[in-house]
């Protein structure tokens, strides 16, 4: 069975501050992949970045980042020097090498104020 | 814009009703996905086709069944609708049937309330 589990319900920060949003996943596979999406308040839903079970380097696209650990199944997403664009649903989401769907977490909700 | 067109954006009926989802995948995209999303259950995966055919079933009901078109335009149909259906519905479209690295692209949902 996998399983994505997304800790953080709700992170409120003030706009500048870095904020970490946690992904702990199961799986018994030993290939799989790993994705962020983005849901702005608007509803829909963004792709973000996706990451194979093989390949365990960080990754920053300008403020974001990404930190895959397979040690403690973790893919954990950093946002540096939040902004108030930023306020959506992050959801993590797993999928398997040989399956259709993705696996997504509970999701969490970032809320960057002024 | 991820590509992927979902129509209509919001639908509000009875129970006891059917409706219709409508979704066009990205061009070149041949894998179509159906997922609901509701505050209790979270996003929960449907169904998927590929290039026409089913692929993959998850928890989709009895009550819901979905196509793919030789155009590769999908419809989800939902029949004896409940208030429980009550939902945002994304479809999403990916390269193809093996290409499990490749990110699903959504639309930007259609959200169904049940009256």
């Known amino acids: 069975a996998q399983k994505v589990t997304q800790a953080q319900t709700e992170i409120s920060v003030v706009e500048k501050e870095d904020v970490t949003l946690d992904c702990v996943y199961e799986t018994r596979d030993t290939t799989y992949y790993l994705f962020w999406y983005k849901q702005p308040p608007s509803g829909e839903l963004v792709f973000l970045i996706r990451r194979n079970s093989f390949d365990e380097q960080n990754e920053i696209s300008g403020r974001y980042s990404w930190n895959f650990q397979k040690s403690t199944s973790s893919f954990n997403f950093t946002i540096t020097a939040s902004q108030v664009v930023d306020s959506a649903v992050y959801f993590c989401a797993l999928r398997h090498n040989t399956a259709s769907k993705l696996t997504f977490g509970t999701g969490t909700r970032l809320q960057v104020t002024l | 814009d991820s590509g992927v067109t979902q129509t209509p954006k919001h639908l509000i009926t009875a129970t006891g009703q059917r409706v219709t989802l409508r979704c066009s995948p990205r061009s070149g995209d041949l894998s179509v996905y159906w997922y609901q999303q509701s505050l209790d259950q979270g996003l929960q995966f449907l169904i998927q086709?590929?290039?026409?055919?089913?692929?993959a079933k998850g928890n989709i009901l009895e009550r819901f069944s979905a196509q793919q078109f030789p155009d590769l335009h999908s419809e989800l149909n939902l029949s004896s609708l409940e208030l429980g259906d009550s939902a945002l519905y994304f479809c999403a479209s990916s390269v193809g049937q093996g290409n499990f690295d490749q990110p699903q692209h959504f639309g930007d949902g259609t959200r169904l309330s049940i009256l």
């Open positions: 086709y590929y290039n026409g055919e089913e692929r």
